[in-house]
């Protein structure tokens, strides 16, 4: 590529640095010429020479000589670099400020001394050519060099020394050059995050041993490898490094550029890191601290490092001294943190451009330059010597701390971070264990390394666990002890925050009632407001009616609702009003004053028959106000929504729009929820204070940074979109909703598959698809997280990205949907599937888990909101093996959890504390939900002295009853009977009171039977022991049992879920010690038999108990069971059929060589001690089917039913569906069904539009724009034709017929009538009156609507003999553009389509233009497009020739202007020579008497018969027509049926 030089350039800065030469300040007032001499030297980096002339001229000429005079530019170079100069000999500068430019090629055969000698000449010329401007540092090698200083001495010129003028007068950047210096500074960053952190990340990680120097070389390796992703974007040859790279750790810190990197290995403790990139010339730098394990003590220190650099960047501004920004950074350590004053660095930055320090303009105290807009300093903040407490080694016991950027100064502004590498603890810290774990630091070695194993790193502390992946026995005890304090504290600040919020209530806004008019002459002055008619005042949405012929306004808020029917020839319109009550179980409106009367409902009647002089039935009135309200309701109520859905919407700040080119930006993203119904792509910009999303179609969105609560970035790991997600903190309104949750995103890979096609694992096209999709992956990504870091840069921390971590996540269901939830730093998400979920973990009180049981699969989680006004969310079917994972997660984030076996009712609990949450936690708070927690005490007092008295028996189920037990009365009941110490005299306690209290005495127990778990027994105040399930409420007399895995309807029932039968029972099975007291009248005699268990339904045998005997015998009396009837209880009547067994049992086994001996009752003096086991036990004390049945059908009437029975559900799926087929016959065969005969109409429905660019609304000027599938269904049975025909067409048209009335000259039928559909004539009538007229015409166009009519309703139609025309019933199967018509037509003698279409114009000349014109067009395929235009009405067919398509077109256009009629034998009838031959014989039969009279007043004077005969058949037609109509009777009342009490004649309804 050729080098040209820039002229622009080079003219614009020479002109800002003669001009700031001509202002003479400094040295500059001294100076009378400069001169710039650069040589040969690979070794210098940096000098104020090169960077001069890579200012001026954008390169570096090596052995070149610039000499700035007053009057001219002289250069001294090569001859290829005189070329390169050449363009500058134009001067560019209109004003002069700039000398002309003077090229002087070098000459090697007189060593230059020509050309020194016109150089010293015009220096000499300048001003006063004594003082030369020199760079004084600035001394190159070689004899090119060696000559040009030789040739200076002899001259003796005074040398000034203008280094730091010209780094003052280049230190501010131009636009070019801050881009430049930008992506320079986006280098940095991104070598530093995405190589350098992941390298030591993962050397600390592995635990591997890597020396300082190995990793710069390696970061040098990357900047000179050109393959690298990292200089993407990026002219790679004009990549360079400002220095080498330099690492240090292991407490030996230098806190300067100029150090070498050493080769000891990396340390985990403080690793400081330096690096900076220079692009196209212009230098960047980066420095970050990354901390290994460290001490609170060095995090906070850290953190107020990180708060020093802002506040430095902060005062860093544009006309600021540097100096001054030194001192208040100093000033502020000493406030803050004088223990670091002498430790931290000496400046705090320099400024840097093309060389990388500028040693004149440094952040110190002897700096008084001001800084400049566009100049860019390296701010860097360190200190050194710190000593950390805890380390595990000597080298980690010194620690250093360096925190650098690069940053731009700006005019009016803080100063703007370039490199936008994150820098807070969190992002530069790796926690390899916990610091709580002081067992563990006990058992290590100071001098051993760290365990792999105890790596866990995290850069979010508080939301990732930092130790996921040890193995610690102690976890769960220290999980349950850190559980426990968070419940104390927990509640403790629940209770706080509720007291304190009791005295922040908001006050509600009460809206106030709509007003329909403030005053009575704002009354509308209408015509129906002053006839006492329903008027609707659409302005001030009012309805006025007429109440007590009084009109009153209702504004459409009272309205309820209204509705309107039609009852006989009456139409009722009801309208209900809001009042209080109306609106039971929802947001009932306020009333001002509830105890008013209130209108509930008013309902009017008006007739629908219209009387003599009416133009319009007084129906009309009610039902165009029925329509009218609707509408005005249906406005009202979407208005209100949407205030509804705006009133709680806070106001958002403007957007402040960032004209600037480098403004962070994704393009082709798409937004959720969508802004309109279509999905559109559009591009995502970051301003000043906030986001601008713009669609394709201009649509934008507006988001401020200061309201997104959670910014969350997605990668496409495992995922099929890439997403950035904004949790709001306040919804904002777009699409007509409110939004809180707003998503950018874009889509990766194929989301479907297609199955059809071949799959092979070798596949060219899968393989290169595969490393595509790949390749796409990695660039989104990586754009989507450079973009974050701009944004992050952009807004100097404020809005920060989060990603979730995806090995954290559990699946769940927060919607419909399973899903994959992912825990982030600050919430818990999920993203990809819509509508998100999003739970902030700083809002969440508690996490309760409900299910929580080992025969359950999944279990459910609910989260508890500290705002206990808000909603609680819940996540279902998790699975149960996440449980600890999800606990441990809960732990680590400090969160409190509990978990119990049952669903709750969360909208009772969380009413009942808001409605009193000092009762609430007085009362233990949430320890309710705590298992491990206290005892809960049950509300009902009588339960408590149900305990107490039970405590006091000696047969009392204990074991049952302990759990409910409060501590005080177990402390009293075990100070009961302490014996009172001798010596001590005092009074004896009396109770205040002393109550009598009815209970059940025990019979017996069976030991082995608990009750299930959230069941307790309390004694009802009749005596009747009840059980209560705790946490439903629900009470049952039977005692409960768990039945486990049994079957529900075979097993067996155990005695005590009986009570009758458990209680008789053990009353007869006793031995006696727990006789009945002689008092109580519902004991029973222990000498009646009593019913056991036995181990068989089938083997039963009655036994009698033997007469009482010593309690310490060994006798022993079993008894089978009998069936016992349930009301038996209450007479105590047992019976028994069979004699008793008695049998004797040892209790001492006899030895093998004595013979065995039966003891007597005398000579056996203890009791026996008998062992039962829990089968033993079942097998006496459960029931089986048959035994409960007999026992109960004493009292219970049964009956038998009929199950079937299958082997497989298969058998049983065929057998359901077999029966469901033969009901559905029979129910087919035998349902009823309407009257024989009955027959309805179906009509389908039309939508008409006008077409645009025409006037009216007649047939010709609308089409159809389409065709519902919805019909409509007429039953004719009792209605007129006109009454069908306004129903066909209302109903298929929406529109009316009309009709058109001519007399005709003659007396039997004198009028006609004509039906006109969108002013098109369809049938005409003739009658005596214009209702007879109109019936028939009504009939001839239903027979031309619906043919099928004639034939299917020939009782209505009355239809007549068709004479000697045609049959066209063929025709009624043809469609109007069925291909075939025109051939049929001409084989049938019937007129071709396009005389039909001419005919139709010509009766309807109303229509207005009917002029036709055609047009013809070959097209493809030999094919021809024929084109007929009437009016504005276009339609276009494709046809062989023009004959063919001007049938078809006629067709076509047929149907457009007749879209109702489907068939062409009713255009036949309306147009066909059936309806010529009609008007033609009507017209013959009008002027057949008249021609019978003129012929025979010609002939001859005598009477014509033929006039005579001709007169008196019409007079018979006449006839026969009068009697068709005669009337059948007369109406007469029925007797005791008066008139109506209302008086109508005065109101119009």
Known sequence: MSMKVDKDAFYRRAKQLYSTWKEKEGDWGKLDAFVCAVGVDEEIVYSKSTALQAWLLGYELTDTVIVLTDDSILFLASKKKIEFLRPLESNLDSSKTVPDIKLLTRDKEDKDKKNFGRIMEAIKGSKGGKNLGVFAKDKFPGAFMDLWRESLKKESFEQLDLTSGFGYLMAPKEETEISIVKKAAGLSSDIFSKYL????????????????????????????????????????????????????????????????????NLHFGAIVCSLGVRYKSYCSNIVRTMLVDPSQEVQDLYTYLVSLEDLIIAKLQAGTKLSAVYQAAIENVKKERPDIADKINKNFGFAMGIEFREGSLVIGPNCDLKAKKGMVFNVNVGVTG??????????????????????????????????????????????????????????????????????????????????KLRTDSTTEQKRKLHQKELLAKMNADALQRLKEGKKDDEKVKVRKAPVSYKTPGLLPKEAEVKELKIYVDKKYETIIMPIFGVPVPFHIATIKNISSSVEGDYTYLRINFFHPGASIGRDEPRYSNPEATFLKEV??????????????????????????????????????????????????????????????????????????????????????????????????????????????????????IILLHFHLKNPIMFGKKKQQDVQFYTEVGEITTDLGKHQHMHDRDDLAAEQAERELRHKLKQGFKGFCEKVEGVTKGILEFDSPFRDLGFNGVPHRETVLLQPTSSCLVNLTSWPPFAITLEDVELVHFERVQLSLKNFDMVFIFKD?????????????????????????????????????????????????????????????????????EDDDDDSDED?????????????????????????????????????????????????????????????????????????????????????????????????????????????????????????????????????????????QPVPTVGSDCSAQSATTPAAPSCPYSTNTTVFTRENVSPDSTTDGALTSNASPTTTTITSTPPAPDQPVSVPTVDTNIFPRAQIETIEET???????????????????????????????????????????????????????????????????????????????????????????????????????????????????????????????????????????????????????????????????????????????????????????????????????????????????????????????????????????????????????????QVSKREVSVICKNKKDGKQLAAQKLLQQLHPHITSWGSLLRMYGNRSIRKLKLKKDKETEVTGLQTRSSQSSVAPSLAILDKLREEMRNLREIKNSIAPIGKFVAPVGVGQTGLNTDHVDL
């Open 197 to 264: 952190k992941e390298q030591i990340m993962d050397i600390i990680d592995g635990d591997k041993k890597k020396s300082h120097s190995k990793l710069c070389k390696d970061i040098e390796e990357q900047i000179a490898n050109k393959e690298s992703k990292l200089l993407a974007n990026v002219d790679k040859s004009a990549v360079d490094m400002c220095y080498p790279p330099i690492i240090q750790s292991g407490g030996n810190y230098k806190l300067k550029f100029s150090v070498v990197s050493d080769k000891e």
């Open 386 to 467: 710190i000593a950390q407490k805890g380390a595990k080694d000597s080298k980690g016991k010194n620690v250093a701390l360096f925190i650098g950027d690069t940053v731009e100064v700006r005019e009016g502004d803080v100063g703007q971070l370039l490199t936008g590498s994150k820098k807070k603890v969190k992002n530069i810290a790796i926690f390899l264990k916990d610091d709580d774990s002081d067992d563990e630091k006990e058992n290590q070695d100071n001098n051993m390394d760290m365990e792999p194993m105890n790596y866990g790193r995290s850069s979010r502390r508080g939301a990732v666990l930092d130790n």
């Open 603 to 720: 309902t009017y009647r008006s007739t629908n028959i219209k009387e003599p002089g009416e133009l319009t039935a007084p129906s009309l009135n009610l039902n165009t106000a029925f329509r009218l309200i609707k509408d005005i309701q249906k406005k009202y109520k979407t208005r209100e929504a949407e205030e509804k859905e705006k009133s709680d919407l806070v106001e958002q700040d403007n957007l402040h729009v960032s004209s600037a080119k480098g403004n962070p930006k994704l393009k082709d993203l798409y937004i959720r929820p969508n802004i309109v119904q279509k999905r559109l792509s559009g591009v995502l910009e970051a301003h000043t204070n906030g986001f601008r999303y713009t669609s394709i179609r201009g649509d934008k969105v507006d988001i401020l940074y200061n309201n997104i609560k959670h910014a969350l970035f997605q990668p496409c790991d495992g995922e099929m």
């Open 868 to 936: 206990y006004a808000k909603k609680i969310s819940m996540v279902t079917a998790i699975p149960m093996t996440m449980l600890d994972h999800v606990k441990e997660w809960l732990n680590s984030c400090d969160i409190k959890y509990t978990e119990g076996v049952q669903s709750l009712n969360w909208g009772k609990i969380m009413k009942t504390i808001v409605d009193d949450p000092e009762g609430f936690f007085d009362s233990g708070g949430w320890n309710f939900l705590d298992p491990e927690s206290d005892g809960e």
């Open 947 to 1087: 305990e107490t008295f039970n405590m006091s028996g000696d047969d009392d189920d204990s074991g049952e009853e302990s759990d409910s037990l409060a501590e005080d009365e177990v402390d009293q009941m075990l100070e009961e009977d302490v014996p009172k110490p001798s010596g001590e005299d005092k009074e004896d306690i009396e109770p205040q009171e002393k109550l009598k209290k009815l209970v059940l005495e025990e019979r017996g127990q069976n030991v082995f039977e608990v009750l299930p778990l959230g069941w307790v027994s309390v004694t009802h105040n009749s005596g009747i022991p009840l059980y209560l399930h705790r946490d439903t409420r629900v009470v049952s007399t039977s005692r409960p049992y768990d039945l486990g895995n049994g079957s529900v309807r075979k097993h067996n029932i155990p005695i005590s879920a009986i009570p009758c039968y458990s209680y008789k029972y053990y009353t007869k099975l006793g031995d006696g010690s727990n006789q009945p007291p002689p008092h109580n009248p519902s004991s029973t005699s222990t000498e």
């Open 1178 to 1428: 079942l097998k006496k004390t459960e029931l089986c089917p048959e035994e409960v049945t007999k026992y109960c059908e004493k009292i219970f009437v049964f009956k038998e039913l009929e199950v079937a029975k299958f082997k497989t559900w298969k058998e049983r799926r065929a057998y359901y569906k077999q029966s469901q087929k033969k009901k559905l016959e029979k129910e087919l065969t035998n349902r009823p069904t309407l009257p024989e005969g009955t027959k309805i109409i179906t009509i389908p429905s039309l939508e008409l539009s006008t077409i645009p660019g025409t006037d009216g609304d007649s047939a010709i000027n609308q089409k159809v724009v389409k065709k519902t599938k919805k019909k409509w269904i007429i039953n004719p049975v009792g209605k007129s034709m006109v009454c069908l025909l306004h129903e066909y067409v209302q109903q298929s048209l929406k529109m009316q017929p009309y009709y058109t009335f001519t007399e005709l000259d003659n007396a039997a039928t004198p009028y006609a009538a004509t039906v006109r559909i969108n002013k098109i004539e369809y049938g005409r009538g003739t009658g005596s009156s214009k209702k007879i007229a109109k019936s028939e015409a009504a009939r001839r166009t239903l027979e031309m609507l619906i043919p099928e009519i004639k034939d299917k309703l020939p009782c209505m139609t009355g239809t007549e003999a068709e004479g000697d025309g045609p049959d066209l019933s063929f025709f009624d199967d043809i469609r109007v553009e069925d291909p075939r018509v025109a051939d049929l037509c001409n084989r049938t003698s019937e007129p071709a389509p396009y005389q039909i279409l001419v005919t139709c114009l010509q009766r309807n000349y109303g229509l207005g233009d009917t002029h036709i014109t055609q047009e013809l067009k070959a097209v493809r395929n030999g094919k021809n497009e024929y084109t007929m």
